[in-house]
């Protein structure tokens, strides 16, 4: 049973940094890009950042320069380090396992508050 737990939001001002962590459990890492997700309210679930098993990056425009993904092969855990916060960064952060064989967004953990008060 894949199972992805999430801890680390907060409330925290604009300027701010936060940093979230998902461990990972189960039949999975190992071949399984990650990535977080966010959803403000009222809209759709975005995919913020991804990280590959052979650590290649991505970020959605509006987080690059802030925003650091990562992951702990070790720990079967993947961070990502929120710096330079803005209000418009509220969301719950959820995140994610890519299955291969699949083709999608398999498995999710349950979400963190991210709040950034101005």
């Known amino acids: 049973q894949v199972q992805l737990v999430e801890s680390g939001g907060g409330l925290v001002q604009a300027g701010g940094s936060l940093r979230l962590s998902c461990a990972a459990s189960?039949?999975?890492?190992?071949?399984?890009?990650m990535g977080w997700y966010r959803q403000a309210p009222g809209k759709e679930r975005d995919l913020v950042a991804t990280?590959?098993?052979?650590?290649?990056?991505n970020y959605v425009d509006s987080v690059k320069g802030r925003f650091t993904i990562s992951r702990d092969n070790a720990k079967n855990t993947v961070y990502l380090q929120m710096n330079s916060l803005k209000p418009e960064d509220t969301a719950v952060y959820y995140c994610?396992?890519?299955?291969?064989?699949?083709?999608?967004?398999?498995?999710w953990g349950q979400g963190t508050q991210v709040t950034v008060s101005s």
């Open positions: 994610a396992a890519y299955s291969p064989e699949y083709g999608t967004w398999m498995y």
């Open positions: 189960g039949s999975i890492w190992g071949t399984n890009t």
């Open positions: 990280v590959t098993p052979g650590d290649n990056t």
